[in-house]
């Protein structure tokens, strides 16, 4: 029997899975590494920061997504370095894996100008730990809100910032104003839910810059109508606990998202190859590195030009097409034939912007509200690893889209977060306040927002 | 219009609910003060820790449940201190409650038998984030044994050591020997997992003491049909990390979870009334502490001997009947009529060790095996709190049932913990055996469990 050619893959996301998928039982023997044991359905992230899915509902383990591959070996392990001369890829316990073939597909996360100190006040959503701790923090305000209104009969204005008004800070605007207004109104009595403020700011003149300017417009428009503000050409400059400047102007928040920026995985700057800015690798055309024919690199950590000049995008539809063009590449070549350079298809895009709005481009056409969302909720659902899963979300869509109810709606976490909480959102002037507010010296009735 | 009285209750457990509950659109304003958000379905808590169900499937914010009850107020807060002579409750900010009739439902944690650094290596069962933790304990220890057999070739033994044979302890066995059994199977490859070996240490000379001794031997007899080694007269008296101690022999274990011993919420402590070993408070017949009749304590904290000389158990149904009883005396007493002293109602007890296995002890009767289970799974889906909830728990039972699946599968926490979780686990050792074993040095097949 021949020695069969090793593939190792870093990373189990859309790219790291599209790439494991095409090797399943294929002649090869395949290591998939990832830090975590499940895979994320990232476009619901902002589902589960926004308490209407579990994040149980759009993970799945890894190993159970493959477990029908039988040369599919899943490890969970974090790469850390390359020996690109022995062909093995360093994880951060020191053991050295060896290949044949290395797929680098480790994504990206959010990039913060180089002032990675705002992170603790502006998370970003890339994780399910990023989506329960903006789940948490989310729900927190409201909960902070309605405490302080019970105990003293004042409501405080409350504010959520969203940073970004690409995809994921256009869903995160539309979804925090959808539940403040419909899911959490009715069980918070102390304080009106609906008059939460949601600020997205966008340093461009349009939100959902990639799409026709058409459909930003309507996107705004559908965001406004959802009850969101949207401050365009707001570029945000510096971010403090409970406030953010823009421009010259500070504005008060209690919640600030963070959405826009790309930094590459640093795993990239490791393959000693050229990157770019956002620290993305300057791949081949079969998107292998320069010198290493049998490493490649794929998904959201790749620059590569397509042949109208523009890069191809950072999307998920993008990263599976190149995890499955790496694949075959490496299936064809170990029979000997000629590999093919990796060639984007653009089958459309969509964003959605809360309940029964959206907006798509699609077949050279273009659709927004009601339509379009409902050819979104299609395209997810259809998407969603595994079947369990799928039929969970569909009901779960399906109950909450009938009674605007929310059950996902925990917050988990240590206990001392409240006091954290308290101090991180207002300064230690927010306890000070409670002491006082407690001991009645106001009486005013619940504040109207300015 | 006259002054309510001003009811505040201390928990959203299964006691304060029912308090919350009864006093639901009466006469009275209600404050519910609890440290979540969320009330836990406790009994299915080991399910989540099994990553049978995920944490949504089993919990509820506490506002939603209350949501209909129009003069109950919830609110997110840590109680640490009672005024008892100026009637007034003390959040952990300082801020003051005041209350003419005080429920206090705090709860009760596992005892470590005045050990508590044995928490770190031996995490309990009572919230969540415990069931979460115990999840990632569990399935990391399976991963890093696949890591290990995929990059090396030999299989460790794994070991999992329950301490205390409790429900709780019988339960977290059953269940672990079950999915090791099972449903990870078909899903690690380079590793058997129905290899692991689940120990259960139990001090006394049976299992599930509390119920007949028959029915503990019957039990006893079912976990060993799944694979679990019961260790009767087994009291363990020290534990450091990766192993235990019962009289002068210690065990290796790569997970140790602690299911034994009580102590009640220290809030007991700060009522300045006796209390037991176990810090419960010792109550009036009416539940109310001595020289505060408007101060009542219930649930898990409680000591109370009934008629028959044995205290009021520390479960579940025992502490909804305690929250029922004493809003009734609060709404009577309103009312101008008199108290009526506690009396639990013994409605038989039942515990479930693990698929299609169970012990129940109802009517006078006792049943095993199958229709025990049947009767426990009956009974738990009915009071599951939540329709939504109810229904996606019966769900993804007969899902699990039909396909012995898993979907709440996922290690959630930081990117470190693997590297954390092996020094914890092994030590530096194991750091340094995994790279002596990357190197080849070693080449063995799978290892047979002594």
């Known amino acids: 029997m021949n020695e069969r050619n090793r593939v ?15 090797l399943a039982n294929k002649p090869v023997e395949v290591a998939l590494i990832d830090r975590k044991n499940h895979h994320v359905f990232q476009p619901l992230l902002y589902q589960v920061a926004t308490a209407v899915l579990s994040p149980g509902e759009i993970a799945s383990p890894i190993r159970r997504i493959l477990h029908h591959a039988k040369n599919i070996e899943v490890i969970l392990g974090e790469a850390v370095d390359f020996d690109k001369e022995n062909n093995a890829v360093r994880l951060d316990d020191g053991t050295e894996v060896p290949f044949d073939y290395l797929i680098v597909a480790a994504g990206a996360r959010h990039a913060y100008f180089g002032r990675d100190e705002w992170e603790t006040w502006a ?8 989506a329960v701790e903006i789940r948490r923090r989310v729900l927190l305000a409201f909960e902070l809100a309605e405490r302080k209104a019970a105990l003293s009969g004042v409501q405080d204005e409350l504010t959520f910032a969203v940073v970004g008004a690409g995809p994921t800070g256009v869903e995160l605007a539309g979804a925090i104003a959808g539940i403040a207004r419909q899911a959490l109104n009715k069980d918070f009595k102390a304080i009106d839910t609906s008059k939460a ?3 997205l700011f966008e340093g461009s003149d349009r939100v959902l810059g990639t799409f026709a300017s058409d459909l930003s417009e309507s996107a705004k428009q559908q965001l406004e109508e959802l009850g969101v503000e949207v401050r365009l050409n707001s570029f945000v400059t510096e971010i403090e606990p409970g406030k953010l400047k823009v421009g010259e102007e500070w504005f008060e928040c209690d919640v600030v998202l963070w959405a826009t920026g790309v930094a590459a995985s640093p795993l990239g700057s490791r393959l000693g190859v050229e990157t770019d800015r956002a620290g993305r690798v300057k791949v081949e055309p079969d998107l292998s590195i320069a010198g290493h024919p049998n490493i490649f690199v794929i998904g959201d950590m790749v620059h590569l030009l397509q042949e109208n000049g523009e890069p191809v995008p950072g999307v998920s539809p993008a990263a599976m097409q190149m995890g499955s063009a790496t694949s075959e590449n490496i299936l064809a070549e170990i029979k000997g034939r000629p590999r093919k350079n990796f060639v984007y298809v653009d089958k459309g895009s969509m964003a959605t912007i809360g309940r029964s709005r959206a907006i798509a481009q699609v077949f050279g056409m273009k659709f ?17 690893i595994g079947f369990r899963n799928r039929l969970f ?11 605007r109810e929310r059950s996902a709606r925990l917050i988990t976490g240590d206990a001392n977060e409240l006091r954290d909480a308290l101090m991180f959102m207002e300064g230690e002037e927010a306890v000070k306040l409670l002491e006082k507010l407690a001991a009645k010296e106001t009486s005013a009735g ?3 927002p300015a």
């Open 8 to 22: 190792v893959i870093i990373g189990g996301g859309f790219g790291g899975l599209w790439a494991a998928k095409a």
């Open 123 to 130: 998370p970003g959503l890339k994780t399910l730990e990023d």
């Open 446 to 448: 619940p504040k109207e």
């Open 368 to 384: 927004r509200g009601f339509v379009a969302w409902l050819m979104w909720l299609f395209l997810h659902v259809v998407f969603l």
């Open 197 to 199: 403020r949601v600020v």
């Open 393 to 403: 979300v569909l009901m779960g869509w399906f109950w909450a889209y009938l009674t």
